[in-house]
């Protein structure tokens, strides 16, 4: 018996230690030819269920034995933990197949280290502050509640007393909702705190300032008894960081803004009178005139940034957004003047009248008269190789891909046609750049105005329609400014999402449109700084705020889960049931433009490189072309995403070289100011009033 007894104790001992060790498999799948569409899926046995998988894929729950959406070519870590606590650590790599997996999977972990450097936080990283984003109190909404639904929500009855301490999913109110009673619970652990009374109504889309109000369908609170950190689903805390690049972006505008005395707001007059012509002298050396050299560069950087990039910033970082994008683009219209005006002064016309400029040639000759020639042919050549990149990444096959992408949205007959509708761009842009700037110049003069006109006139319909909705609309952009909810990061977090959205979008310090203001007609370098300083204005102050303004008058700026460009449709539909159409329109007009600028700005990079020779060029345009087709009629993914960054890294050798030259641009602009004033610029109306008398 007591054998007997003994084998059984043994046989229940290695029973139990095999039942604690956890054995997991994987079916790791690859569906398509599509990017970043792999899947893990895991079989736990084992240990003590139920399971834990933490994920390092961030958009993973901890309850999901199954990671979607990964990246094929790329190591995914999983700790899968039993309720005793016994875990164990695997990875598994999803193959990749297809040539645009293996494309994609290469460049996603270069555009991970890149965006280290682009998005470092230097403050988090020096202790000054705590990047995670914590919750003190977690609200509870109307149940169902949804901004797009025509409803009234009333608050019929409280069930817990203000005060009283309740946890998840205590009932605590019953609500109607158009009449129909819900009982509504609560989503947290805490002391509930009551925002109304028994009969008030909680939130009612037919009245515009619940519309518009940032949170008008909350209507109670949990106050947490310790603040809580944002999770994602993987359980990594959320975190608001603030980075590098908008740093480094925005402080260097604020430097030049006091260091040239507000040129940005005390120039503004002068900039519209050159841009009108009032100053244009046939005769000066270049090739375009001031309204072309302008309308080229704005066309470089209006585009998706100022649709998607601004509902995208709006939804992340509420109303508020709106005046720090506004400051941001103010300031960076010094930048631009700087650097545009340093484009001028170092450019190089050759005996056929063709204009080389840039920041290739203010870095190199600008920095070798301070005697630091090294340093200025280390960042020239620098940036002529991110400049290259950015032409045909950001400013080419981004452009055609995203512009497909939206067009065959609204027009599905588009749809699997990338190639064909690529070959058809790639003809279009290339008839306007192969007669090179005053080609580009011409078409973008005409472009721009319109499509930019086309979508002022519609958002200014979308305002005017929701007029009765600018008391509320102005609250929530000033309170949601200096008094925003910890949800979205507090004063800082909304802060660092406009300044962001601002600088990426009107791309002011990065140096790209000093490429295009060089070929301006003029003998007075700063007269095409003043011109310039309009870009950051046009871009952000008028067509970012005009997109932020349709977003939150039309209260789509408490939609969650829809994409940036659907977003604004979405909005402008609201009004004008046919304006998406117009809009996917403008988008790729706005896509267009931004080719065939971005074009030359690569060309000058190239030929800065490779010489100055046509058939230098030549070879670039063509590239440029195939490049077109390529983006249209494929998916990148992170080959895109790395080529848009390198527009942001453009700003880095640049800016340095506007901080060793702001005191040469300061002594020209003093004496620019003084011929201004003195009458010795060439002025229209005087030649003509000459012209007339003799």
């Known amino acids: 018996m007591r054998k007997y007894l003994l084998s059984m104790f043994f046989l229940f001992s290695i029973f139990g230690l095999s039942a604690q060790e956890l054995d997991v498999k994987a079916n790791i799948g690859n569906p398509s030819n599509v990017i970043n569409n792999g899947f893990i899926e895991l079989d736990v046995t084992g240990g003590t269920p139920p399971y834990q998988y933490k994920w390092s894929n961030q958009s993973t729950s901890l309850e999901s034995n199954r990671a979607e959406g990964l990246t094929e070519g790329i190591s995914y870590e999983v700790v899968v933990t039993d309720s005793q606590g ?5 990875s598994y790599t999803v193959k990749a197949e297809a040539i645009t997996e293996h494309f994609n999977g290469t460049f996603a972990p270069i555009v991970e280290n890149m965006g280290n450097v682009l998005f470092w936080d230097p403050f988090s990283a020096i202790g000054i502050y705590d990047p995670v984003v914590y919750a003190d109190l977690k609200r509870i909404e109307a149940p169902e509640w949804d901004a797009t639904e025509k409803v009234k929500y009333v608050l019929k009855e409280w069930l817990v007393e203000e005060g009283e301490h309740v946890t998840e999913g205590d009932p605590v109110a019953i609500v109607t909702k158009n009449g129909e009673e819900i009982t509504a619970n609560a989503n947290a652990e805490g002391s509930l705190k009551h925002f109304l009374d028994e009969g008030e109504v909680i939130y009612d889309s037919e009245n515009k300032e619940d519309v518009i109000e940032q949170g008008a369908q909350y209507f109670a609170s949990i106050e947490y008894d310790e603040p809580v950190a944002l ?6 805390p959320q975190t608001k960081n603030i980075p590098f690049i908008v740093v480094w972006l925005v402080l260097g505008a604020l430097f030049f803004t006091l260091r040239l005395g507000f040129i940005n707001i005390r ?53 508020g957004a709106t005046m720090w994008m506004i400051l941001a683009g103010l300031l960076g219209m010094s930048s631009k003047f700087v650097e545009c005006t340093l484009g001028v002064k170092y450019r190089f016309i ?59 949205g609204e027009f599905p007959m588009l749809a699997g046609n990338g190639f064909w509708f690529g070959i058809v761009v790639a003809v279009l842009v290339g008839i306007v750049i192969i007669g090179g700037i005053s080609s580009i110049a011409k078409v973008t003069g005409k472009i721009v105005p319109i499509m930019a006109a086309v979508y002022v006139i519609g958002a200014f319909v979308v305002i005017g329609v929701n007029f009765g909705n600018i008391g509320p609309a102005f609250s929530a952009i000033w309170d949601g400014a200096f008094s925003p909810s910890a949800l979205k990061g507090g004063v800082i977090g909304v802060l660092i999402v406009g300044f962001q959205r601002a600088a990426f979008s009107n791309e002011a310090g990065v140096g790209s449109a000093a490429i295009a203001h060089s070929a301006a007609k003029t003998n007075y370098p700063p007269s095409e700084g003043f011109v310039a300083l309009l870009e950051p204005f046009i871009d952000t102050v008028v067509v970012c705020t005009l997109t932020a303004l349709v977003l939150i008058f039309t209260g789509m700026h408490e939609v969650e889960g829809v994409g940036g460009v659907e977003l604004t449709s979405t909005a402008f539909g609201s009004v004008i049931s046919w304006f998406p159409y117009v809009l996917a329109t403008a988008v790729f007009l706005f896509a267009f433009s931004t080719m065939i600028s971005w074009s030359y700005y690569g060309m000058r990079a190239w030929t800065y490189l490779f010489g100055k020779s046509k058939k230098n060029e030549m070879i670039y345009k063509s590239l440029f072309l195939v490049f077109v087709v ?5 998916s990148l993914g992170a080959v895109l ?41 060439f002025h229209k109306t005087e030649k003509k009033e000459a012209e007339a008398a003799s």
């Open 350 to 408: 050759n005996s056929e009248g063709r204009v080389f400029g840039g920041p290739m040639n203010y870095l190199r000759y600008g920095l070798e008269k301070r005697n630091k020639r090294g340093l200025g042919k280390f960042l020239a050549g620098f940036f002529a190789i991110l400049a290259i990149g950015a032409s045909f990444g950001g400013g080419n096959m981004f452009q055609a891909n995203q512009s497909f992408s939206i067009l065959a």
């Open 86 to 90: 016994k875990s164990v650590e695997k």
């Open 630 to 634: 390529v983006g249209a009629s494929v």
């Open 641 to 681: 995403d790395f080529s848009d960054m390198m527009i942001l890294a453009m700003s880095f050798p640049n800016i340095i070289g506007l901080y060793f030259m702001i005191g040469e641009v300061s002594d020209d602009l003093k004496e620019y100011t003084h011929r201004l004033k003195a009458g010795e610029l």
């Open 231 to 236: 999770l994602h689903p993987n359980g990594d």
């Open 267 to 319: 120039g503004f007059r002068h900039s519209l009178q050159l841009a009108k012509g009032k100053f244009d002298d046939p005769n000066a050396p270049g090739q375009v005139t001031h309204f072309q050299a302008l309308a080229t560069a704005v066309s470089g950087t209006v585009g998706l940034g100022n649709i998607a990039g601004v509902a995208v910033a709006i939804s992340l970082g509420g109303a």
